[in-house]
């Protein structure tokens, strides 16, 4: 089973933070990761998102992109704030490609629960629409990274960035 | 400092020849990397290799988008079995950033290194071709992007 982590693009800022929608840049940067993907034909069949607006929108694109006959669904407990261990627990039973699109930290502490079975300690950067495909190993419990991308490496840097 | 860590691309077996350089696939999948390397805007300092000829076909391939085609040098202590101690203290010593291009284990055993502090504390599904990009920050080493040949359909 493929596994694909997503972080939501960049969002316009807000007063309330959990409707703040993508911004202009981040909209053109997931559809430019979505487009990459595409490409290269990866698909999947289920896409997840948490209940807050930037993921879901950052969802929508990647779904009509990468899942044109999956499903779409909202999800609790992958919010900023979600417990990490119990989604990892909880991927036990997963055995679909899904692609699920959420926020920083929850989506680097899954990737460092996964890679290094601890979610502390920081071993990814992941910035804003950036997606990490994991493989589920046939030997046992254990994920492995295949590969990671973010919107800087599909199209190239901003002007006035980096 | 960012440290790109490479496997070599597919090499030919023992048995069609004892250099084993690299097969037509490998080569292909170099040339896409390569390419899928300059579109990501990618240049580095210093490149380095293990002597080996499919580690060294392969540096040469990626030196042309991301070194501006020089030629990189062999440095000791890249082997497939070898200690990761000296690519980490090259790594230190280095300011600009740096590709190694070389073998398994050693590759997924310095990305471990380099993330957890153990060689044997993450899992990645390396395969010949795979470039994994760190980034060492005031935080210490941390993963920024990870490709591999087989994603890259055609580019």
């Known amino acids: 089973m493929r596994l694909y982590l997503v972080r939501h693009g960049k969002a316009e800022m807000g007063a309330h933070d959990s409707d703040r929608p993508l911004s202009a840049r981040g909209r053109s940067d997931v559809e430019a990761v979505a487009s990459f993907l595409k490409h290269q034909d990866i698909s999947v069949s289920r896409v997840v998102h948490s209940t807050l607006t930037r993921a879901r929108e950052t969802a929508e694109i990647l779904a009509t992109a990468l899942a044109p006959d999956g499903v779409m669904e909202e999800m609790d407990g992958i919010e900023p704030w979600g417990d990490v261990r119990a989604f990892v627990r909880g991927l036990v039973r997963w055995d679909e490609d899904t692609m699920v699109c959420g926020h920083e930290p929850f989506m680097g502490e899954t990737a460092s629960m996964l890679m290094t079975g601890r979610a502390g300690g920081q071993v990814v950067t992941v910035k804003t629409g950036a997606v990490m495909a994991f493989n589920r190993s046939p030997f046992g419990p254990n994920w492995q990274m295949r590969w990671m991308i973010k919107p800087r490496l599909v199209r190239g840097p901003k002007p006035d960035e980096d | ?155």
């Open chain 2, 1 to 155: 400092m960012k440290l790109y860590l490479v496997q070599h691309a597919a090499a030919v077996d023992k048995a069609i020849h004892p250099k084993r350089p690299l097969s037509e696939t490998g080569l292909a999948d170099a040339i896409k990397m390569a390419a899928y390397l300059f579109e990501a805007d990618i240049l580095v300092e210093r490149m380095v290799h293990s002597g080996k000829l499919r580690a060294e076909e392969t540096a040469n391939v990626l030196s042309k988008t991301v070194w501006l085609g020089q030629t990189p040098h062999v440095i000791e202590g890249l082997q497939p079995n070898d200690s990761t101690d000296r690519l980490m203290a090259l790594a230190h010593e280095t300011h600009g950033d740096l590709m190694a291009v070389g073998h398994l284990p050693f590759m997924e055993r310095m990305v471990a290194r380099c993330l957890t502090g153990r060689e044997d504390g993450a899992h990645f599904g390396f395969e010949p071709g795979t470039v994994a990009c760190l980034e060492r920050t005031d935080d210490g080493w941390q993963l920024n992007w990870m490709q591999r040949p087989t994603t890259l359909r055609d580019y």
